[in-house]
């Protein structure tokens, strides 16, 4: 059984900085890529960052520049460093986690979500 478990959320004034982590244990072919997702309130989840196992970064452009994405493969974690937040990113961030089973079929997990507030 996979598990995804994010960690790092809280409450921050506008400018500051959060870490998110992210680890993923149990039985897994091969991941692709690990990344964040965040969803407000009354809105839909969107994208925010995803890094490859290849080591490619790729960011939303509401957060370039701000956001860092980092992964340390051997423990299967992946880390968002946020700096200079704004109350538009306050969210639940979500941890996704894109793999392959054998047949190469593509599996994402999800984490649970920690939530992030940013007030002005």
């Known amino acids: 059984q996979v598990q995804v478990v994010e960690s790092g959320g809280g409450s921050v004034q506008a400018g500051g900085s959060l870490r998110l982590s992210c680890t993923a244990s149990?039985?897994?072919?091969?991941?692709?890529?690990m990344g964040w997702y965040r969803q407000a309130p009354g809105e839909q989840r969107e994208w925010v960052a995803t890094?490859?196992?290849?080591?490619?970064?790729n960011y939303a452009d509401s957060v370039k520049g701000r956001f860092t994405i980092s992964i340390d493969g051997a423990k299967r974690t992946v880390y968002l460093q946020m700096n200079r937040l704004k109350p538009e990113d306050t969210a639940a961030y979500y941890c996704?986690?894109?793999?392959?089973?054998?047949?190469?079929?593509?599996?994402?997990?999800w984490g649970q979500g920690t939530q992030v507030t940013v007030s002005s």
């Open positions: 149990g039985t897994i072919f091969s991941i692709n890529a």
């Open positions: 996704n986690v894109e793999s392959r089973d054998s047949d190469w079929q593509r599996l994402d997990y």
């Open positions: 890094m490859t196992g290849g080591g490619s970064a």
